[in-house]
């Protein structure tokens, strides 16, 4: 599979959601207090009215969701093991200068997708299912079903783990597909074709052919 490819359609059906659960809690000190499932809930009903009041996002200002993807999305994702769990077997192979710049290029790739997902959000309503955690555990599943109007409600189930900011995202699975599982087929394709450097290669051709066509729609 092409990394140029679009995403599997399933896939593509959740990115109108899941940048919801994405967003940002007021701060860091908070994101350290609340557990997983509250983190979720309040951070779903914060972004719908982000979305809701602002106008930039609703003419479809790409650099004004970017911002917003950027500051708020940003801080809850783990970008150094989704890459590592992406990449599988052939993280190993790659050097620390370019597992960084995999990173990097990765990290880019994920916020510019939350980032139209955002641009996209047409009113879907987010149920959160209550989770007990048990003490000490460091790593949870929280559990959701996107309610989409006129269509199949989808089952999005976030991979988490306890960090010392807080709960962090380390992967994504919609209706029992992984994103980073997903991403890692492509990677791999990539890496038998044209090594790591090709693959990064190829994300920073991606990143900015997609940079230079925002400013056009």
Not at 121 to 137: F, T
Request: hydrophobic residues 45%.
């Amino acid at each position: 599979m092409s990394l140029s490819c679009r995403l599997p359609s399933l896939l593509r059906a959740f990115l109108p959601v899941v940048v919801l659960f994405c967003m940002a809690v007021a701060s860091t000190a908070r994101a350290q207090d609340i557990g997983p499932d509250q983190l979720v809930r309040t951070t779903v009903d914060r972004i719908v009215e982000i979305v809701k009041d602002d106008k930039a996002i609703q003419a479809g200002d790409m650099k004004r969701i970017l911002d917003v993807a950027e500051t708020h999305a940003s801080p809850h994702f783990n970008f150094v093991r989704m890459t590592r769990l992406a990449m599988g077997a052939n993280w190993k192979l790659a050097s620390p200068a370019q597992q960084e710049e995999l990173v990097r290029q990765f990290r880019a790739l994920l916020l510019r997708t939350y980032a139209v997902a955002l641009k996209e959000y047409r009113n879907q309503v987010i149920e959160v299912r209550p989770l007990k955690v048990p003490a000490g555990s460091s790593e949870v599943l929280v559990k959701t079903l996107v309610n989409q109007p006129g269509a199949q409600a989808i089952p999005i189930d976030y991979d988490m783990e306890r960090t010392p900011q807080g709960w962090k995202v380390y992967d994504v699975t919609v209706g029992g597909v992984s994103l980073v599982v997903n991403f890692r087929s492509s990677f791999d394709a990539e890496i038998r074709k044209s090594g790591v450097d090709g693959l990064v290669k190829s994300m920073a051709e991606r990143n900015r052919n997609a940079s230079a066509e925002a400013p056009r729609k």
